[in-house]
């Protein structure tokens, strides 16, 4: 703890995860983040621990669900197609109510893609991924650092609710090197205690039965819906956003991961040349900090959403504000964009802000296509081409 | 007189769910008395496939884990290398063992995980309604295969015993089958060694076992004993395909 | 003497049994049982030698021998 290494982001992850107490892992060779299984396969064994290469994902995640059946703190990580096989296995693992955590290193897809990095598999880990109804915990860091100490945020939570928990990278984020701290004292494996539900050496209590289905009438939904109630909490509880420049800002760049790096720099030229924008970064991407935005749409006047796929993040984004504000979106699928390039959408997105509000809300005023209301408005006048009416909105 | 067959430790006392005349109850009943005959169903994990022994968790009276269709193996290899004083088995259907799940099948023989296999080879899928499996022999009807297998539509059937018979890893391979009282008797003696290799470390085993399935072969199980008699044991072999002994030798003859 | 009981609550009639034993001594009842099958049933008890042959084919772990 406290000094500063250099390293990769990939190794960074592996490292993070054993000193939070990882001593099982199971995974499948896979580009960008190949250097996650090598370093356990060395790394482990030396902590005690067991490093299996498995014959596909699909095994590599069954071995996972069978570790955390004992209560093994265990990993497992792949690249987008690979978490697409290990889906099936992480959704018996929400459904057996088994603590785990992944890390997704995105790269381009669909199919077989490319291997750069890519924020394509938003929606298959923020909804749940395979099949069925569940959740699991996203976090998304933006740093090396982070990578470095996120498995550890990862494992408490993912053992506080008993639930599966990933980190959502790429493969910049998992190739990039910068210098790290871990900010944790290594936790020690042996400093955990059975919870009560963790399967083997049953000497002297009753079986235990570790399953994800129930056929008796009416009760998977009981089950579903004791997982609902825990899913609220955690959105009451366990929301992880960053917020820069936002209070005095007209617009909010909106991004996570990766893209959020590089909206932060675009922020930075936004700001030297006097436009008042801010940058908001959900760390959790579930649970998704809705009601900060939601805040946040209160007092500012446009987002712009810059995330490296077609537009999945805007939804989330878009559901927060429910409306509220116009949110823009700067979508890169598959594509890294410059920070010149976002800054070019930052001010475009700027420039195209409806007026300031009113001074006077005015509620008891009639609103009639005056401009300054909200878009809604005049694009409810029929028979108006809608683009006309956009620019009519426009400074 | 004096009760003779008491109800195993190794099963929990219910009744079974298994249809009339099925396989899996006999080899339920010789699994559960093993567990208890050699004292580990205290550390025993078992893992329930995806197939008509579903409701295994229910019945084996020792810590349970059903998992995903056909990859019993691999959650067997995470909880046997996250808990090695435990011993693991896995309990697995055709469909499960030898079509969705034959990679961690191969893969696990190979590893020579220290694992015990316990393979239901009824030569079709129960669960869902009587579909060709792996193993459904040349001519049977499924009801996928309504007029019968045809190998030049569905192919050939798959022996598991000799397919593993080839990798090292694998220890113990053995083919018993549950249509005679005589065969329970020595499925049950091929379920313990395979057992006692794990408990001696000897790594993977896998006792395949040629079962009834009334209900899928549209027969009475009458009938259906005689079917395993006469059409599948001349496909499918008994015996030893591979032992512990055998490797000794061979690894014993190479130093 | 050696006899066997049959569980009517886990029998499910299959039969087996009744090919199982050397001295065909099991038969199947005429009267359903509760769970609704014609349950297998010591038709000879005095023929019964206890070898429990029945009981190791038994599916449903219905039998119960004495000896
Ligand atoms: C991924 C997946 N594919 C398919 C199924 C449907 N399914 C359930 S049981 C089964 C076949 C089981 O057959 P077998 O393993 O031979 O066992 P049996 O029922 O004959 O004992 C299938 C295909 C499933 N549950 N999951
Ligand atoms: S369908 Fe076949 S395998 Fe399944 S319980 Fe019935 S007899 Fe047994």
């Given at each position: ?78 690249s987008s197609p690979g978490i697409s096989l290990k889906q099936e296995g992480i959704s ?191 760390i959790t991407l579930w649970p998704f900090p809705k009601k900060q935005l939601a805040k ?100 | ?255 | ?67």
């Amino acid at each position: 703890m406290g000094e500063k290494i250099l390293m990769k982001g990939n190794e960074a992850l592996a490292e993070g995860a054993i000193r939070a107490g990882c001593r099982f892992f199971s995974g499948y060779p896979i580009t960008p983040q190949n250097e996650v299984p090598e370093y356990m396969s060395w790394r482990l064994p030396d902590e005690g621990g067991t490093f299996i290469q498995a014959e596909s994902e699909v095994a590599a995640i069954n071995m996972i669900y069978g570790a955390a059946s004992t209560g093994m703190r265990c990993m497992t990580s792949s690249s987008s197609p690979g978490i697409s096989l290990k889906q099936e296995g992480i959704s018996y693992c929400a459904g057996a109510d088994l603590p785990f955590f992944y890390a997704n290193v995105v790269r381009g897809g669909p199919g077989l893609g490319n291997i750069a990095a890519s924020q394509g598999d938003y929606h298959q880990s923020v909804r749940g991924g395979g099949h069925g109804d569940y959740r699991v915990l996203v976090l998304a860091p933006n740093s090396v650092d982070e990578m470095a100490n996120f498995p550890k945020k990862c494992y408490e939570l993912a053992f506080r609710y008993r639930m599966p928990s990933m980190i959502l990278a790429d493969g910049i984020l998992g190739q990039m090197m910068e210098p790290v701290e871990f900010k944790f004292e290594p936790v020690d494996p042996k400093s955990f205690k059975e919870a009560g539900w963790e399967l083997g050496l049953a000497a002297g209590r009753r079986k235990r039965i570790v399953r994800s289905y129930d056929l008796r009438e009416g009760e998977l939904e009981k089950i579903n819906a004791a997982r609902l109630k825990k899913y609220r909490e955690i959105e009451e509880k366990e929301v992880l956003f960053e917020a820069k420049q936002c209070d005095d800002a007209e617009l909010v760049v909106v991004a996570y991961g990766t893209s959020s790096r590089i909206a932060a720099a675009a922020v930075k030229m936004a700001r030297d040349k006097g436009l008042k924008v801010g940058l908001f970064r959900p760390i959790t991407l579930w649970p998704f900090p809705k009601k900060q935005l939601a805040k946040l749409a209160e007092k500012s006047r446009k987002f712009l959403v810059v995330e490296m796929s077609m537009g999945q993040f805007v939804d989330d984004v878009r559901l927060a504000v429910c409306g509220r504000i116009e949110v823009d979106l700067y979508a890169r699928p598959a594509g890294i964009p410059s920070g010149e390039e976002t800054f070019a959408a930052v001010e475009k997105s700027y420039k195209s802000m409806t007026p300031a509000r009113a001074a006077a809300p005015a509620k008891t005023a009639k609103p009639k296509g005056k401009p300054g209301r909200p878009r809604k408005k005049p694009a409810k006048k029929a028979g108006r081409p809608a683009k006309k009416t956009r620019k009519g909105g426009r400074r | 007189m004096e009760l003779v067959n008491k109800w195993p430790a190794g099963l929990v006392e219910m009744p079974l769910r298994y249809c009339p005349g099925c396989g899996h109850g006999i080899v339920h009943r010789i699994v559960g008395e093993c567990l208890e005959e050699l004292g580990i169903r205290e550390r025993t994990v078992g893992v329930a496939p995806v197939g008509c022994s579903v409701f295994a968790d229910d019945y084996f009276n020792c810590d349970m884990i059903q998992g995903p269709h056909g990859r019993g193996p691999a959650i067997a290899t995470g909880i046997k290398r996250s808990k090695p004083e435990c011993i693991v088995f896995s309990y697995q259907g055709d469909g499960d063992l030898a079509s969705i799940g034959m990679a961690e099948t191969i893969h696990s023989a190979a590893r020579s995980e220290n694992i015990t296999v316990i393979f239901i080879n009824n030569a079709i899928y129960g669960m869902t309604g009587g579909q060709m499996a792996p193993t459904t022999l040349i001519g049977q009807k499924a009801s996928t295969c309504p007029r019968g297998r045809d190998p030049k539509v569905n192919g050939y059937p798959i022996r598991i015993c000799e397919l593993l018979q080839s990798l090292e890893g694998a220890s113990y391979l053995e083919r018993t089958s549950v249509h005679t009282a005589a065969n329970a008797i020595k499925t049950k003696k091929a379920v313990k060694r395979a057992f006692q290799n794990q408990i001696e470390c000897k790594g993977f085993s896998l006792v395949e076992v040629l079962s009834m399935c009334p209900t899928g072969w549209e027969a009475t199980p009458l009938n259906s004993v005689k079917y395993i008699a006469d059409k599948m044991m001349p496909l499918y072999p008994l015996g030893v395909y591979r032992s512990p002994e055998q490797r000794e030798q061979k690894e014993g003859g190479a130093a | 003497m050696p006899e066997i009981k049959v569980n009517e609550r886990l029998c499910k009639g299959c039969e087996l049994c009744t090919s199982a034993c050397p001295k065909q001594c099991i038969a199947m009842s005429d009267k359903f049982s509760t769970t609704g099958y014609y349950p297998a049933m010591l038709a000879k008890q005095e023929c019964c030698i206890g070898c429990g042959l029945c009981a190791q084919i038994c599916p449903d772990l219905a039998i119960e021998v004495y000896k």
